[in-house]
């Protein structure tokens, strides 16, 4: 009786070596996906065409964490200013990557947030984005779709009850995936449709 040879060994393969090996790659996928990020940003060498949209997505992406922070009040309210001149100087920043419903959502969000401008605790905290991986680019046109992920990070100082100083911290981290669509006006990439959400299995 013949025995045929294992995979490898004489170029032959069977179906359970098959399945055995699509069953290992989608494996190490899965893995790699709940870790964190797979492969290279494709911004980190953009084409000539790409590279607008890159400074797009990663500056929005930024500015979406970013700007509406009490860290961002805090400097603010260091330079003198009112929550109504922290408003406007966010929603100007947020208009160099935004237009239309997503710029409003962003600027309600701002508004929203001017109500802790003058508690205490609004000097304590601090967040950011970090890790910013641009997955797909593709263009059509005058319209794009990106779609991106990152990972969101915020410290906050524990504040004491009884009004003495703090005496810890807590800090958290957590992935986030972006979808934007761009529109290109006047020569200028900006953002028209945002999608984004946490993905369960990273951050703390």
Same mark, same amino acid.
């Given at each position: 009786m013949t025995v045929r040879r294992s995979f490898g060994s004489s170029g032959l393969v069977r179906p359970i070596d098959a399945i055995?090996?699509?069953?290992?790659?989608?494996?190490?996928?899965?893995?790699?996906?709940?870790a964190g990020w797979i492969g290279p940003s494709v911004c980190a060498t953009p084409s000539s065409d790409d590279k607008p949209i890159c400074d797009t997505a990663t500056a929005a992406i930024h500015a979406d964490s970013e700007v509406p922070s009490s860290e961002s009040i805090?400097?603010?309210?260091?330079?003198?200013?009112g929550s109504d001149a922290w408003v406007s100087a966010g929603t100007a920043k947020l208009a160099q990557y935004l237009t239309g419903d997503v710029l409003a959502r962003h600027v309600d969000s701002l508004r929203l947030n001017a109500d802790t401008y003058d508690r205490p605790e609004a000097l304590t905290d601090s967040e950011g /984005? =970090?890790? %910013? @991986? /641009? =997955?797909? %680019? @593709?263009?059509?046109g005058d319209s794009a779709t990106v779609t991106a992920q990152a990972e969101v990070w915020a410290i906050s100082v524990i504040q004491n009850p009884w009004g003495q100083e703090a005496s810890a911290t807590s800090s958290t981290a957590a992935t986030f995936d972006w979808s934007f669509h761009l529109t290109k006006t006047s020569g200028k990439w900006l953002i028209d449709g945002e999608h984004g959400s946490y993905v369960p299995g990273n951050g703390p």
């Open positions: 055995a090996l699509a069953a290992l790659i989608f494996g190490l996928w899965f893995l790699a996906n709940v805090a400097l603010a309210r260091s330079q003198g200013l /984005v =970090r890790n %910013i @991986v /641009v =997955r797909t %680019i @593709v263009i059509s």
